[in-house]
């Protein structure tokens, strides 16, 4: 199916979300992979609906309690966009844009086994080695990696047949900067220690149906578009494996734009790829000054938006932040299985 939509369509949508109100429910779906196995099980991976989070490990982050900065992202050759960001704030007065750059940077508002009881299935993770320990990090440290790996294993424990990419990109991070070879290696060895056979092997992605995963032991995938790390056999490369990703923004018509595009280039490569959409809110430090945490207050007209489209439509993986993941959840539901229940 090719899927063109034009702007007009989407203000259309715009419009009719204003009148109509926004899709919501407190559901949690923490095995609604397993629930619908007779709808996913002949599904390819790059078929599924998939709601994500994008840095899943940025969630309480409080100005009131000591706050370390992970040095690699402050560096000049590793520097983050939430660094450039945190000196543009360092240089105002206003402590409301100083409560507004920490309510940016918690990206959730849950921990990683309450994303998971909600039923994300794809967790984006910022990581940073710190005094010898692993964390992950938002500009600040965030939490032990160790905590977080804890939560995953505590997670699949109760739930045996939920399936978890874990997208590490290239977010991986030292107090030199870039993780080098070595403490690549290193991190590759922690991963298959604390995951063990739960990790899965890229052989034969564009094929696997959620039945094969379901008839082995593999519960977890790691995604890493770092060339070094994409050389393991249980770490698929992005490069490889996902079309091109659209860049995100803090607007509501971009983020609907980057989702008309990825539509029309799945449906062009006939889902033989993963696709990652963000429409989490995220402002360039470059280019977005003058509005900086300015905001678009419109976005959970996104999920109006989505509900609109037919269910055949080519959508994969989409990234949220903390407002609307629980919506995008229910929306994937609806997706994957043609159940309305919770729209």
Not at 141 to 148: F, G, P
Not at 215 to 239: C, E, G, M, P
Not at 268 to 282: G, R
Request: aromatic letters at 10%; proline letters at 3%.
């Amino acid at each position: 199916m090719r899927v063109v939509l034009r702007n007009s369509s989407i203000i259309a949508i715009l419009i009719s979300g204003i009148l109509g109100g926004c899709a919501s429910s407190n559901t949690i779906n923490s095995s609604w992979m397993s629930d619908y196995h007779k709808q996913l099980k002949n599904k390819r991976l790059p078929e599924l609906m998939i709601p994500g989070t994008h840095y899943a490990n940025a969630y309480n982050i409080d100005p009131n309690k000591r706050l370390e900065v992970c040095t690699g992202e402050t560096l000049p050759a590793s520097m983050t966009n939430n660094a450039k960001l945190a000196a543009i704030v360092a240089a105002e007065s206003d402590s409301e844009i100083h409560r507004d750059f920490i309510d940016y940077l918690n990206t959730q508002n849950n921990n990683i086994r309450g994303q998971l009881n909600n039923g994300i299935r794809y967790l984006e993770l910022q990581i940073c080695i710190q005094d010898a320990t692993y964390y992950t990090s938002n500009y600040y440290l965030t939490e032990n990696l160790d905590d977080v790996v804890s939560q995953i294993k505590a997670f699949l424990n109760e739930n045996k047949d939920e399936l978890i990419i874990i997208d590490l990109d290239n977010n991986l991070r030292a107090f030199y900067g870039y993780l080098n070879e070595d403490d690549l290696s290193n991190l590759h060895n922690y991963f298959q220690v604390q995951f063990g056979s739960y990790l899965t092997p890229k052989k034969d992605w564009q094929t696997t149906k959620m039945k094969d995963i379901w008839n082995t032991h593999h519960r977890i995938i790691l995604f890493s578009s770092n060339q070094f790390l994409a050389r393991y056999y249980d770490v698929w490369d992005k490069n490889d494996i996902a079309l091109a990703e659209p860049s995100p923004h803090y607007t509501t018509i971009k983020k609907l734009t980057a989702i008309q595009t990825t539509m029309e280039a799945e449906s062009e490569n006939h889902q033989q790829k993963f696709s990652l959409i963000p429409i989490y809110t995220w402002y360039n430090a470059d280019i977005d000054l003058s509005n900086i945490f300015g905001g678009d207050s419109n976005d959970h007209l996104i999920i109006n938006y989505l509900y609109s489209l037919p269910l055949d439509a080519p959508l994969n993986i989409i990234i949220s932040d903390n407002p609307y993941n629980r919506q995008l959840v229910n929306y994937a539901i609806y997706k994957n299985t043609g159940t309305n229940e919770n729209k």
